[in-house]
């Protein structure tokens, strides 16, 4: 027998096991991409060229740290009492309006936090109308005759972020309670408990692991917050990273903070994760009931309608009427070039990253789950890292090290070529719209996720047996009934693109702006006017994601 006829099967086989898979190459390239400006922070922080972490311990960095907890601490905590209070009376009651507050109680969501400093500092200012009338009221000539709280303080930023964004604890908070069968309330109130003991001891317990969540979700965004801190004045870790890195001069000083941020985000993370591990309440009822909500009459009724009014004034309707008169009386800011620039660029970095993220996360998703290989599987979900990093964090990730490889590049080409190409990468809008892709991955892959998760598995399979490839199955089978999907998911990541500040603001080239950074410009030189006609566009884009955000939710239930 000739060995040789006998061998030749077994060492296809082999060969054909050894043979790369292209969709588990592309999905193991992906992530790593995905998790490159992460790693590279690490990186950079543990090897940097001038070391100044003696000096920032014994210095900014405890006050940047103690400001930062302080302040994510002060959000997250008021962010729960008032999304967990406005989800408990929506959902509990009816009152005067409590239809309209179900969505209305969404809309700060369209508001970056920054926005709203910009419309309550005008609004609150020595010259702003408050003030204004109070001294014409009462006969005031100066602001030494009367006391004002200061404007430009902690406690002003913590009322600004809580009202942008208590709508997280309200909306996953709203969901939990309705998603509870009403007979536990039945028996409460039975048993004599009135309206607090029921909200303490039954409501909260039963939406604590969506509160948690919540809380959660607003902790990071705090902590990743620029534009309000900084207008507010208030020293945290990402004004850290921005004084660090543009004043001093010192990248690895930067990234040091960045790490200690990122640190704080995971260790954020862990703990609502462990939480909600640990909580776990389950409706056992075979055939659950809808919970009756209890008609309010009199001064009770008028007084939730209120209390719901509060959170949507200060966080909408309040930045919205004051960016909406400034706009308007200033029409000729419409017209200006800077502001069409802003808008061609926005559109630019904005669709290209839109359209790069959910392409990526497709093409991840699917083949994570054609390919039985372990490494991918396991990078899947660690690739939603990037969006519990804050911008500024990514910013340093991304810049430093595609900064070295584009001088790298120009310095090759200008040696063999003889020709100066310039900065290939951080010289245009590459950077940003990486930047984006890494930070808003995961909104995309969950949707991708979710999506293909509903598709029956016996249509890939029919598909395949009747002679598509793994490519025509996914073009032909997945994509049509998924399409609405990957719609939503692209719109969601071109909102938040469209508000992304503090990554823009760190990687924009010369002379380059977006909506978000033309309104912190004109800001920061106190010229709202000017500001105003950007903060209206990108509001008008982030309402658009709100309402498909709330007629989702409405569907849902």
Same mark, same amino acid.
């Given at each position: 027998?000739?060995?040789?006829?006998v061998?030749?099967?077994?060492?296809s086989r082999g060969?054909?096991r050894?043979?790369?898979?292209?969709?588990?190459?592309?999905?193991?390239?992906?992530?790593?991409?995905?998790?490159?400006?992460?790693?590279?922070?690490?990186?950079?922080?543990?090897h940097?060229?001038?070391?100044?972490?003696p000096?920032?311990?014994?210095?900014?960095?405890?006050?940047?740290?103690a400001?930062?907890?302080?302040?994510?601490?002060?959000v997250?905590?008021?962010?729960?009492?008032?999304?967990?209070g406005?989800?408990?009376?929506?959902?509990?009651?009816?009152?005067?309006?409590v239809?309209?507050?179900?969505?209305?109680?969404?809309?700060?969501?369209?508001?970056?936090?920054?926005?709203?400093?910009?419309?309550?500092?005008d609004f609150?200012?020595?010259?702003?109308?408050?003030?204004t009338?109070?001294?014409?009221?009462?006969?005031?000539?100066?602001?030494?005759?009367?006391?004002?709280?200061?404007?430009?303080?902690?406690?002003?930023?913590?009322?600004?972020?809580?009202?942008?964004?208590?709508p997280?604890v309200?909306?996953?908070?709203?969901a939990?309670?309705r998603e509870?069968?009403?007979?536990?309330?039945?028996?409460?109130?039975?048993?004599g408990?009135?309206p607090?003991?029921?909200?303490?001891?039954?409501?909260?317990?039963?939406?604590r692991?969506a509160i948690?969540?919540?809380?959660?979700?607003?902790?990071?965004?705090?902590?990743?917050?620029?534009?309000?801190?900084?207008?507010?004045a208030?020293?945290?870790?990402?004004t850290?990273?921005?004084?660090?890195?543009?004043e001093?001069?010192?990248?690895?000083?930067?990234?040091?903070?960045?790490?200690?941020v990122?640190l704080?985000?995971?260790?954020?993370?862990?703990?609502?994760?462990?939480?909600?591990?640990?909580?776990?309440?389950?409706?056992t009822?075979?055939?659950?009931? *809808?919970?009756? /909500?209890?008609?309010?009459t !009199? +001064?009770r009724?008028?007084? &939730?309608?209120?209390l719901? %009014? $509060?959170?949507?004034?200060?966080?909408?309707?309040?930045?919205?009427?004051?960016?909406?008169y400034?706009a308007?009386?200033?029409?000729?800011a419409w017209?200006?070039?800077?502001?069409?620039?802003?808008?061609?660029?926005?559109?630019?970095?904005g669709?290209?990253?839109?359209?790069?993220?959910?392409?990526a996360?497709?093409?991840?998703?699917?083949?994570?789950?054609?390919?039985?290989?372990?490494?991918?599987?396991?990078?899947?979900?660690?690739?939603t890292?990037g969006?519990? *990093?804050p911008? /500024?964090?990514?910013?340093? !990730? +991304?810049?430093?090290?595609m &900064?070295?490889?584009?001088? %790298? $590049?120009?310095?090759?080409?200008?040696?063999?070529?003889?020709?100066?190409?310039?900065?290939?990468?951080?010289g245009?809008?590459f950077?940003?719209?990486?930047?984006?892709?890494?930070r808003?991955?995961a909104?995309?892959?969950?949707?991708?996720?979710?999506?293909?998760?509903?598709?029956?598995?016996?249509?890939?399979?029919?598909?395949?047996?009747?002679?598509?490839?793994?490519?025509?199955?996914?073009?032909?089978?997945?994509?049509?009934?998924?399409?609405?999907?990957?719609?939503?998911?692209?719109?969601?990541?071109?909102?938040?693109?469209?508000?992304?500040?503090?990554?823009?603001?760190?990687l924009?080239?010369?002379?380059f702006?977006?909506l978000?950074t033309?309104?912190?410009?004109?800001?920061?030189?106190?010229?709202?006017?000017?500001?105003?006609?950007?903060?209206?566009?990108?509001i008008?884009?982030g309402?658009t994601?709100?309402?498909?955000?709330?007629?989702?939710h409405?569907?849902?239930?």
């Amino acid at each position: 027998m000739n060995p040789t006829i006998v061998d030749k099967p077994l060492f296809s086989r082999g060969l054909a096991r050894l043979r790369p898979n292209v969709w588990s190459l592309g999905a193991v390239l992906i992530a790593a991409l995905v998790l490159a400006p992460i790693v590279s922070v690490i990186w950079i922080a543990f090897h940097p060229v001038e070391n100044i972490w003696p000096h920032l311990l014994a210095t900014t960095l405890p006050r940047y740290f103690a400001n930062t907890l302080i302040l994510m601490l002060s959000v997250g905590t008021l962010s729960a009492a008032v999304g967990m209070g406005a989800a408990w009376l929506t959902t509990m009651y009816i009152f005067p309006g409590v239809r309209w507050f179900q969505w209305l109680l969404l809309l700060p969501l369209a508001i970056p936090a920054y926005l709203g400093a910009y419309g309550l500092v005008d609004f609150l200012e020595y010259a702003g109308p408050v003030q204004t009338g109070l001294r014409n009221i009462m006969g005031y000539s100066n602001r030494l005759d009367y006391w004002f709280p200061e404007i430009r303080s902690m406690y002003m930023a913590v009322i600004v972020l809580t009202a942008a964004l208590c709508p997280y604890v309200f909306l996953l908070s709203r969901a939990a309670l309705r998603e509870q069968s009403g007979g536990s309330y039945e028996v409460a109130r039975a048993l004599g408990a009135g309206p607090f003991k029921r909200f303490w001891r039954v409501g909260v317990p039963l939406a604590r692991p969506a509160i948690a969540a919540g809380v959660a979700i607003v902790m990071m965004e705090t902590a990743s917050d620029f534009g309000t801190v900084e207008f507010f004045a208030v020293q945290t870790l990402t004004t850290g990273i921005f004084n660090t890195w543009l004043e001093s001069n010192n990248a690895g000083g930067a990234a040091q903070i960045a790490g200690v941020v990122l640190l704080l985000v995971l260790v954020l993370v862990a703990l609502e994760r462990v939480g909600r591990k640990n909580s776990r309440y389950h409706n056992t009822a075979r055939q659950s009931r *809808a919970i009756i /909500a209890i008609p309010l009459t !009199g +001064v009770r009724a008028w007084i &939730a309608s209120f209390l719901c %009014f $509060i959170p949507f004034a200060v966080g909408f309707l309040l930045p919205a009427s004051v960016l909406t008169y400034h706009a308007l009386t200033n029409l000729e800011a419409w017209q200006n070039r800077g502001l069409i620039e802003a808008l061609g660029n926005t559109l630019l970095v904005g669709i290209s990253a839109a359209f790069l993220t959910v392409s990526a996360a497709l093409f991840l998703v699917y083949g994570v789950r054609l390919t039985g290989q372990k490494l991918p599987r396991l990078l899947l979900p660690v690739t939603t890292l990037g969006y519990a *990093a804050p911008g /500024a964090v990514l910013a340093v !990730g +991304v810049l430093i090290p595609m &900064a070295a490889m584009d001088h %790298f $590049i120009a310095d090759w080409a200008e040696a063999v070529f003889d020709r100066n190409i310039g900065l290939l990468m951080t010289g245009t809008g590459f950077a940003i719209i990486f930047a984006y892709c890494v930070r808003f991955f995961a909104i995309a892959q969950g949707a991708i996720d979710a999506a293909i998760g509903r598709v029956a598995p016996s249509l890939p399979l029919a598909a395949r047996s009747l002679g598509k490839t793994a490519g025509g199955t996914l073009w032909h089978v997945y994509f049509p009934l998924i399409r609405g999907s990957v719609g939503t998911a692209l719109l969601l990541v071109f909102v938040d693109c469209v508000k992304e500040l503090p990554a823009t603001l760190l990687l924009r080239p010369f002379n380059f702006n977006t909506l978000a950074t033309r309104v912190y410009d004109q800001a920061s030189l106190e010229n709202l006017s000017d500001a105003a006609p950007a903060a209206i566009l990108v509001i008008l884009v982030g309402l658009t994601a709100v309402l498909l955000l709330a007629r989702t939710h409405r569907q849902s239930h």
